[in-house]
């Protein structure tokens, strides 16, 4: 499946972030979704990532009760809603499918990558 994350940016610390991420030429139904992140000179983490049916979510514990994510299978799109941001949370993320169950939070588990957004949080 092909995967095009949207939504990052520049944005002020405190402030808010919606993430999408589509796949335009596929269905992402029978695939778990997750968000992962890279920042500048550090290994690519996990951030979030949701069951197929959207009943089963995971975060890193960096991003609870701070970052949200959901989906919506009929438009074949996930969400990552950041709240609260923080300079820390400033790196490329990138969602990512896999058909792994349980849930994966090892970022090597995961098969498909779109090409990552750039979020950039100010202090």
């Known amino acids: 499946v092909q995967l095009q994350a949207s939504g990052g940016g520049l944005v002020q610390a405190g402030g808010s972030l919606r993430l999408s991420c589509t796949a335009p030429?596929?269905?992402?139904?029978?695939?778990?979704l997750g968000w992962l992140r890279q920042a500048p000179g550090k290994e690519r983490e996990f951030v979030a990532a949701?069951?197929?049916?959207?009943?089963?979510?995971f975060y890193a514990d960096s991003v609870k009760g701070r970052f949200s994510i959901s989906r919506d299978n009929p438009k074949n799109t996930v969400f990552l809603q950041m709240n609260s941001l923080k300079p820390d949370d400033t790196a490329v993320y990138y969602c990512?499918?896999?058909?792994?169950?349980?849930?994966?939070?090892?970022?090597?588990?995961?098969?498909?990558w779109g090409q990552g957004t750039q979020v950039t949080v100010s202090s």
């Open positions: 990512a499918a896999t058909r792994k169950y349980p849930v994966p939070t090892l970022t090597g588990e995961y098969n498909y």
């Open positions: 030429t596929g269905t992402i139904i029978t695939y778990v």
């Open positions: 949701i069951g197929w049916t959207g009943g089963s979510t």
